[in-house]
């Protein structure tokens, strides 16, 4: 079974300015994969 977590909380995703470059990490049982790329925002809820 896969699990997923996330660093941080939906309070720090706020603090983060549309525009940012960010850089996401994904994790998989085959290995992991990063890439970066610009931040557009977060609906909420």
Do not use: F, N
């Not at 079974?1 to 996401?24: C, N, W, Y």
């Not at 931040?39 to 909420?44: N, R």
């Amino acid at each position: 079974m896969l699990k997923t977590s996330a660093t941080g909380s939906g309070h720090h995703l706020a603090q983060i300015s549309a525009g940012s470059v960010i850089d996401i990490e994904v994790v998989m049982p085959a290995g992991s994969k990063r890439l970066k790329t610009e931040y557009v925002g977060q609906l909420d809820g």
